[in-house]
């Protein structure tokens, strides 16, 4: 599977920001969306947001007008942009491509970087 390198994660407190980066080395033929997902203890991983291969972005509710997706399928890079920042935005990131190589779909992850929100 294509690698995927994530960084930008850390220590920051309430209403500051982020900038998540996401890089792919591999070989890619068609990227069918781009995202970034969150996981906390004891909870199932949720998208926080995603873009799909015709540009389009969406977000969960609790992001939005304080995270933006961007990336560059071209160049098989993610970011996610995160402003105004709460404690509950806690968790681990991670990246995810969803890519066909070969005609064969598949789905890569990154391995995960900590977002901690202070109060």
């Known amino acids: 599977q294509v690698q995927l390198v994530e960084s930008g994660g850390g220590l920051v407190q309430a209403g500051g920001s982020l900038r998540l980066s996401c890089a792919a080395s591999?070989?890619?033929?068609?990227?069918?969306?781009m995202g970034w997902y969150r996981q906390v203890p004891g909870k199932q991983r949720e998208l926080v947001a995603r873009?799909?291969?015709?540009?389009?972005?969406n977000y969960v509710d609790s992001v939005k007008g304080r995270f933006t997706i961007s990336g560059d399928n071209a160049k098989g890079t993610v970011y996610l942009q995160m402003n105004s920042l709460k404690p509950e935005d806690t968790a681990v990131y991670y990246c995810?491509?969803?890519?066909?190589?070969?005609?064969?779909?598949?789905?890569?992850w990154g391995q995960g970087t900590q977002v901690t929100v202070s109060s």
């Open positions: 873009i799909t291969g015709n540009g389009r972005s």
């Open positions: 995810n491509l969803v890519y066909i190589t070969l005609g064969i779909n598949f789905d890569s």
């Open positions: 591999g070989r890619i033929s068609v990227i069918n969306a």
